[in-house]
């Protein structure tokens, strides 16, 4: 992936000076990508009412269970996401996994679309979507709601347990906020992290900021874990044939099973603790 990147993070918008979340990459690299989206029949559509704002959320797993508020990568909410929310819904002793639509139904096909999508963000806005997402997991019957994220969305999941006070635990992939946007050492909900030893997305999801990230948390007196995980990149967790496919045409050829069987073991035991704990 190192040669297709023109430059490292950025500023972009948010209004909070938040970095771009993934340096710019180059479109000629890429061809469109088909998005194949889950069987509808997987999700409960619901809205989601905050400010003056209404969004469309993807709800799926067992009524009353813990939640666990889902969040994209760049992409939007495409198959990956949904794959990703299906598989924590079905984690013993289950839970309610909610993926709320940041980009309001649109989905990057080219890594060119996704990087305008998340240059449009707003990085403030999204974080309410979150609490409004964990506000409606809560009142609809769960009794704990977590947030885990990826690459974007993992960034969006630590700046989650900073600045929501709802949230009862962050499991994030990859991603690291701005300190504009949420600082870690401000924390207040459990984090553990993951990140891919040959990821070199610097200053947002590389191992010097993994480290950082670390240290910060140590500093926050939250519970917290961050695991580096050894000949992993960027998006290590899109594992199913589609994710693995798109991952090499980005040039990403590290494909590591034991690696994300361990990684969902750790987040299974994480989101245990403290969602489903008394």
Request: charged share 20%; proline share 5%.
């Amino acid at each position: 992936m190192a040669s297709l990147l023109l430059r490292s993070l950025a500023s972009s918008a948010a209004g909070v000076g938040s970095r771009r979340l993934l340096p710019r990459l180059c479109p000629a690299v890429f061809s469109k990508f088909s998005i194949r989206s889950m069987a509808s029949d997987s999700f409960q559509v619901v809205q989601i009412q905050r400010d003056d704002t209404t969004f469309n959320a993807y709800v799926a797993g067992k009524e009353n269970a813990p939640g666990i508020v889902v969040l994209q990568e760049w992409w939007g909410v495409d198959f990956e996401v949904k794959n990703h929310a299906l598989h924590i819904a079905q984690l013993n002793p289950g839970y309610r996994t909610l993926i709320p639509d940041l980009y309001r139904g649109k989905v990057g096909l080219d890594a060119a679309e996704a990087q305008h999508l998340m240059d449009g963000l707003d990085w403030q806005g999204a974080v309410k979507d979150i609490e409004a997402s964990i506000n409606w997991l809560k009142a609809t019957g769960s009794s704990k709601v977590g947030v885990t994220g990826y690459c974007m969305g993992g960034a969006l999941s630590i700046a989650s347990g900073v600045l929501v006070p709802q949230v009862d635990a962050v499991v994030a992939f990859y991603g690291v906020p701005s300190s504009q946007l949420a600082d870690p050492a401000s924390a207040k909900a459990p984090i553990q992290a993951h990140f891919g030893e040959l990821d070199n997305v610097v200053g947002f999801s590389d191992v010097t900021a993994a480290k950082a990230l670390e240290e910060k948390l140590k500093s926050s007196g939250v519970p917290h874990e961050v695991y580096i995980y050894p000949g992993c990149a960027h998006a290590f967790m899109n594992a199913s044939p589609e994710g693995i496919q798109r991952r090499k045409k980005m040039g990403m050829d590290d494909g590591d099973s034991a690696s994300v069987d361990l990684a969902w073991s750790r987040f299974a035991t994480w989101m245990g603790k403290y969602l489903h704990s008394p």
